[in-house]
Protein backbone atom coordinates (compact mmCIF):
# COMPACT_ATOMS: atom_id res chain seq x y z
CA UNK A 1 0.00 0.00 0.00
CA UNK A 2 1.54 3.38 -1.22
CA UNK A 3 1.35 6.58 0.47
CA UNK A 4 -1.20 7.58 -1.91
CA UNK A 5 -3.16 4.59 -0.70
CA UNK A 6 -2.92 5.48 2.63
CA UNK A 7 -4.00 9.14 2.06
CA UNK A 8 -7.19 7.37 0.14
CA UNK A 9 -8.09 5.20 2.97
CA UNK A 10 -7.75 8.08 5.49
CA UNK A 11 -9.88 10.36 3.03
CA UNK A 12 -12.53 7.57 2.48
CA UNK A 13 -12.65 6.78 6.49
CA UNK A 14 -12.98 10.27 7.57
CA UNK A 15 -15.67 11.42 5.03
CA UNK A 16 -17.64 7.96 5.57
CA UNK A 17 -18.06 8.92 9.12
CA UNK A 18 -17.42 12.63 9.63
CA UNK A 19 -19.63 13.50 12.58
CA UNK A 20 -19.41 17.08 10.72
CA UNK A 21 -20.60 15.79 7.55
CA UNK A 22 -23.76 13.58 8.86
CA UNK A 23 -24.94 15.55 12.07
CA UNK A 24 -27.81 17.80 12.21
CA UNK A 25 -27.09 21.07 14.33
CA UNK A 26 -28.02 20.25 17.57
CA UNK A 27 -26.75 20.16 21.15
CA UNK A 28 -24.80 16.54 20.44
CA UNK A 29 -21.65 16.98 18.51
CA UNK A 30 -21.43 13.51 18.34
CA UNK A 31 -25.05 12.84 16.82
CA UNK A 32 -24.57 10.94 13.76
CA UNK A 33 -27.73 11.10 11.53
CA UNK A 34 -28.89 13.93 10.00
CA UNK A 35 -32.40 13.62 11.91
CA UNK A 36 -31.96 15.92 14.64
CA UNK A 37 -31.35 14.23 17.90
CA UNK A 38 -34.46 14.78 20.34
CA UNK A 39 -33.79 12.20 22.92
CA UNK A 40 -37.31 12.52 24.92
CA UNK A 41 -40.99 13.80 23.73
CA UNK A 42 -43.42 15.30 25.69
CA UNK A 43 -47.34 14.62 25.41
CA UNK A 44 -47.86 17.58 24.86
CA UNK A 45 -46.01 17.42 21.53
CA UNK A 46 -48.31 14.01 20.65
CA UNK A 47 -51.74 14.83 22.04
CA UNK A 48 -53.81 17.95 21.58
CA UNK A 49 -56.93 16.55 22.87
CA UNK A 50 -58.36 17.35 26.35
CA UNK A 51 -56.53 16.89 29.84
CA UNK A 52 -55.79 13.26 30.58
CA UNK A 53 -57.30 11.58 33.76
CA UNK A 54 -55.36 11.51 36.50
CA UNK A 55 -56.32 7.60 36.20
CA UNK A 56 -54.40 7.33 32.97
CA UNK A 57 -50.89 6.44 34.48
CA UNK A 58 -52.09 3.60 35.44
CA UNK A 59 -52.54 2.04 32.14
CA UNK A 60 -50.28 -0.72 32.79
CA UNK A 61 -52.93 -2.20 35.77
CA UNK A 62 -55.49 -3.06 33.01
CA UNK A 63 -54.49 -6.20 31.01
CA UNK A 64 -56.53 -5.50 28.21
CA UNK A 65 -55.54 -2.19 27.61
CA UNK A 66 -51.88 -3.12 28.05
CA UNK A 67 -52.43 -5.97 25.37
CA UNK A 68 -53.69 -3.16 23.10
CA UNK A 69 -50.59 -1.49 23.46
CA UNK A 70 -48.20 -3.67 22.85
CA UNK A 71 -50.22 -4.54 19.66
CA UNK A 72 -51.19 -1.08 18.65
CA UNK A 73 -47.45 -0.02 19.28
CA UNK A 74 -45.50 -3.22 16.84
CA UNK A 75 -44.42 -2.21 14.07
CA UNK A 76 -45.39 -5.37 12.61
CA UNK A 77 -48.98 -4.44 12.95
CA UNK A 78 -49.92 -1.82 9.53
CA UNK A 79 -51.00 1.52 10.48
CA UNK A 80 -54.47 0.59 9.02
CA UNK A 81 -54.80 -2.41 10.66
CA UNK A 82 -53.93 -0.30 13.56
CA UNK A 83 -56.49 2.43 13.44
CA UNK A 84 -59.42 -0.64 12.91
CA UNK A 85 -58.22 -2.05 16.12
CA UNK A 86 -58.64 1.47 17.39
CA UNK A 87 -62.21 1.99 15.97
CA UNK A 88 -63.20 -1.41 17.55
CA UNK A 89 -61.71 -0.03 20.92
CA UNK A 90 -63.77 2.71 20.69
CA UNK A 91 -66.85 1.33 19.22
CA UNK A 92 -66.61 -1.28 22.56
CA UNK A 93 -66.54 1.43 25.34
CA UNK A 94 -69.92 2.29 27.89
CA UNK A 95 -70.27 5.93 27.70
CA UNK A 96 -69.20 6.53 30.93
CA UNK A 97 -65.66 4.75 31.13
CA UNK A 98 -65.31 6.27 27.10
CA UNK A 99 -62.80 9.41 28.51
CA UNK A 100 -60.92 7.18 31.25
CA UNK A 101 -60.29 4.68 28.87
CA UNK A 102 -59.10 6.60 26.02
CA UNK A 103 -57.16 8.48 28.42
CA UNK A 104 -54.90 5.38 29.34
CA UNK A 105 -54.50 4.12 25.78
CA UNK A 106 -53.41 7.72 25.09
CA UNK A 107 -51.20 7.51 28.06
CA UNK A 108 -49.72 3.52 27.28
CA UNK A 109 -49.11 4.84 23.53
CA UNK A 110 -46.66 7.42 24.86
CA UNK A 111 -45.17 5.47 27.44
CA UNK A 112 -44.94 2.59 25.40
CA UNK A 113 -43.37 4.60 21.91
CA UNK A 114 -41.45 7.06 23.63
CA UNK A 115 -39.61 4.68 25.67
CA UNK A 116 -38.51 2.49 22.49
CA UNK A 117 -37.87 5.61 20.98
CA UNK A 118 -35.37 6.50 23.63
CA UNK A 119 -33.56 2.59 23.10
CA UNK A 120 -32.98 3.25 19.59
CA UNK A 121 -31.92 6.56 20.16
CA UNK A 122 -29.27 5.12 23.25
CA UNK A 123 -28.75 2.49 20.59
CA UNK A 124 -27.42 4.97 17.96
CA UNK A 125 -25.04 6.80 20.25
CA UNK A 126 -23.75 3.54 20.68
CA UNK A 127 -23.01 2.31 17.32
CA UNK A 128 -21.73 5.52 16.17
CA UNK A 129 -19.24 5.27 18.90
CA UNK A 130 -17.86 1.78 17.98
CA UNK A 131 -18.21 3.27 13.81
CA UNK A 132 -15.42 5.73 15.08
CA UNK A 133 -13.43 3.46 16.73
CA UNK A 134 -13.08 1.15 14.07
CA UNK A 135 -12.66 4.31 11.55
CA UNK A 136 -9.31 5.16 13.71
CA UNK A 137 -8.05 1.41 14.23
CA UNK A 138 -8.38 0.87 9.98
CA UNK A 139 -6.65 4.63 9.74
CA UNK A 140 -3.60 3.11 12.10
CA UNK A 141 -3.73 -0.03 10.00
CA UNK A 142 -3.45 1.07 6.90
CA UNK A 143 -0.54 3.44 8.16
CA UNK A 144 1.32 0.41 10.27
CA UNK A 145 1.31 -1.45 6.31
CA UNK A 146 2.50 1.80 4.78
CA UNK A 147 5.55 1.70 7.09
CA UNK A 148 5.88 -2.08 6.73
CA UNK A 149 5.42 -1.90 2.57
CA UNK A 150 8.37 1.09 2.99
CA UNK A 151 10.62 -1.51 4.17
CA UNK A 152 10.43 -3.93 1.73
CA UNK A 153 11.34 -7.13 3.62
CA UNK A 154 7.69 -8.10 4.48
CA UNK A 155 5.51 -8.83 1.43
CA UNK A 156 3.65 -11.68 2.53
CA UNK A 157 2.72 -10.28 5.29
CA UNK A 158 1.87 -7.20 3.88
CA UNK A 159 -0.58 -9.06 1.56
CA UNK A 160 -2.25 -10.66 3.78
CA UNK A 161 -3.20 -7.57 6.47
CA UNK A 162 -3.78 -5.90 2.66
CA UNK A 163 -6.21 -8.13 2.50
CA UNK A 164 -7.24 -8.01 6.14
CA UNK A 165 -8.03 -4.02 5.48
CA UNK A 166 -9.66 -4.22 2.50
CA UNK A 167 -12.74 -7.04 4.45
CA UNK A 168 -12.49 -4.76 7.40
CA UNK A 169 -13.23 -1.40 5.47
CA UNK A 170 -16.25 -3.16 4.07
CA UNK A 171 -17.69 -4.18 6.79
CA UNK A 172 -17.36 -0.76 8.18
CA UNK A 173 -18.77 1.03 4.96
CA UNK A 174 -21.72 -1.82 5.07
CA UNK A 175 -22.24 -1.07 8.92
CA UNK A 176 -22.02 3.24 7.73
CA UNK A 177 -24.85 2.27 5.55
CA UNK A 178 -27.01 0.40 7.91
CA UNK A 179 -26.90 3.49 10.65
CA UNK A 180 -28.56 5.87 7.69
CA UNK A 181 -31.44 3.44 7.96
CA UNK A 182 -31.54 3.08 11.80
CA UNK A 183 -31.03 6.59 11.53
CA UNK A 184 -34.87 6.86 9.95
CA UNK A 185 -36.36 4.22 12.94
CA UNK A 186 -37.00 7.22 15.69
CA UNK A 187 -38.91 9.55 13.31
CA UNK A 188 -40.73 6.53 12.03
CA UNK A 189 -41.96 5.86 15.13
CA UNK A 190 -43.10 9.20 16.49
CA UNK A 191 -45.20 9.36 13.36
CA UNK A 192 -47.04 6.38 14.26
CA UNK A 193 -47.54 7.13 17.61
CA UNK A 194 -48.74 10.47 16.73
CA UNK A 195 -51.34 8.85 13.90
CA UNK A 196 -52.62 6.60 16.49
CA UNK A 197 -52.94 9.35 19.03
CA UNK A 198 -54.53 11.46 16.59
CA UNK A 199 -57.26 9.25 16.11
CA UNK A 200 -57.99 8.83 19.70
CA UNK A 201 -58.27 13.02 19.84
CA UNK A 202 -61.21 12.93 17.14
CA UNK A 203 -64.85 12.72 18.05
CA UNK A 204 -65.98 9.46 18.34
CA UNK A 205 -67.65 8.40 15.29
CA UNK A 206 -71.74 8.77 14.89
Given amino acids: MTWMSKIAWSVMLGLAFAPSALAA ?3 DPDWPCIQRKVPQLSISQIWTGPALPPEAGDWTKDAALSDLVDALAARRLTLPEAQQRIRDFRARLPEGQAQQQIGM ?4 LFDKMNGERAHVISG ?9 DMAASLRREAS ?17 RTDRLIFQTRVF ?23 LVKMLAE ?3 R
Fill in 105 to 108: LVQG
Fill in 25 to 27: QGD
Fill in 203 to 205: PPA
Fill in 124 to 132: IGRYAHRQR
Fill in 173 to 195: QERAQSLTFVCEVPTLIEQRLYA
Fill in 144 to 160: ALDQLRAKGDAGNEVAV
